[in-house]
T-cell receptor, first 114, second 113 residues
Framework: SAVISQKPSRDICQRGTSLTIQCQVDSQVTMMFWYRQQPGQSLTLIAT?????????ESGFVIDKFPISRPNLTFSTLTVSNMSPEDSSIYLC???????????FGSGTRLTVV | GDSVTQMEGPVTLSEEAFLTINCTYT??????LFWYVQYPGEGLQLLLKATKADDKGSNKGFEATYRKETTSFHLEKGSVQVSDSAVYFCALSTGGGSYIPTFGRGTSLIVHP
């Protein structure tokens, strides 16, 4: 299975600022996925990031708020822009576990907006 | 659309107790079913899976059987340990060109010595 390094692991940010979260995978993958996990809630898919093209966003998420970069097959970033307390969540990146019908996740970024 | 319903937590047990976490699903077609585990401070890890009806997934003493007739995939373990304390997520994937899973809300398990 792929190994994902995600950072930062946690941050406390002021409202109105932006935070960029990074995920590095130890192997080349076609698609990377970004999720939000709100307290007591399930994981919600934000967007799917393919290398060399714009990310595909799920309903309720827009590029201006959550810009994503995917410069190569092992790396992606998610930026949470103009943050408000409602953005306080855990953000996770994920890649498909090739041939295993499962997904591997990063350790998550716990974001608190004050 | 596809959905997964899990029993609400937290589930609190003593060490060596029997564990059941209920999971039912709604899906078009024939989904693959998964249990993921999230230990404190970590990301999700695939615990076990089943890809067709009557399959039993198992790992680390945990088991779950794909029951098509009851659309269920309940997670069980005969004797839990303190180290099993975590949040458990049931998920399904229906393929169709994308295997991106649909997750349940997660069930927190707390095991006391």
């Amino acid at each position: 299975s792929a190994v994902i390094s995600q950072k930062p692991s946690r941050d406390i940010c002021q409202r109105g600022t932006s935070l960029t979260i990074q995920c590095q995978v130890d192997s080349q993958v076609t698609m990377m996925f970004w999720y939000r996990q709100q307290p007591g809630q399930s994981l919600t898919l934000i967007a799917t990031a393919n290398q060399g093209s714009e990310a595909t966003y799920e309903s309720g998420f827009v590029i201006d708020k959550f810009p994503i970069s995917r410069p190569n097959l092992t790396f992606s970033t998610l930026t949470v822009s103009n943050m408000s307390p409602e953005d306080s969540s855990i953000y996770l990146c994920s890649v498909e576990d090739q041939g295993n019908y499962g997904y591997t996740f990063g350790s998550g970024t716990r974001l608190t907006v004050v | 659309g596809d959905s997964v319903t899990q029993m609400e937590g937290p589930v609190t047990l003593s060490e060596e107790a029997f564990l059941t976490i209920n999971c039912t699903y709604t899906a078009t077609g024939y989904p693959s079913l998964f249990w993921y585990v999230q230990y404190p401070g970590e990301g999700l890890q695939l615990l076990l899976k089943a890809t067709k009806a009557d399959d039993k997934g198992s790992n680390k003493g945990f088991e779950a059987t794909y029951r098509k007739e009851t659309t269920s995939f309940h997670l069980e373990k005969g004797s839990v340990q303190v180290s099993d304390s975590a949040v458990y997520f049931c998920a399904l994937s229906t393929g169709g060109g994308s295997y991106i899973p649909t997750f349940g809300r997660g069930t927190s398990l707390i095991v006391h010595p």
